[in-house]
Nanobody, 125 residues
């Protein structure tokens, strides 16, 4: 069974940079695409960054030009580099790996089969 675990959450100052990591401590996943989602209390989970093994990328407008997703498929590891952080980036962040039949970059929750437990990032002004 795939077991994704996020790390790197914490408190950051507005304008700062922070990197989240996601590793797999279970069976290897063979997903073609991976992504990061985030969710604030009382709000729906939002897909913010996705990356597929062919290099395709997709970002939500809210993070475009500030966040960067990357992955090392051989190591089953995913990263999210967050630049110029804003207080509204305060969320719980989740990594995800897609269903095996997904071959197109996507930020739809339904396209993802494996999820981490989430890590909190708090941005103070």
């Amino acid at each position: 069974q795939v077991h994704l675990v996020e790390s790197g959450g914490g408190s950051v100052r507005s304008g700062g940079t922070h990197v989240l990591s996601c590793s797999n401590s279970g069976d290897r996943y063979t997903s073609y695409c991976v992504a990061w989602f985030r969710q604030a209390p009382g709000k729906e989970r939002e897909g913010i960054a996705a990356n597929c093994r062919n290099g395709d990328l997709k970002y939500a407008d809210s993070v475009k030009d500030r966040f960067m997703i990357s992955q090392d498929y051989a190591k089953n590891t995913i990263w999210l580099r967050m630049n110029n952080l804003k207080p509204e980036d305060t969320n719980k962040y989740y990594c995800a790996a897609s269903h095996d039949y997904i071959t197109t970059v996507s930020l739809r929750e339904d396209d993802f089969a494996h999820w981490g437990q989430g890590t909190q990032v708090t941005v103070s002004s």
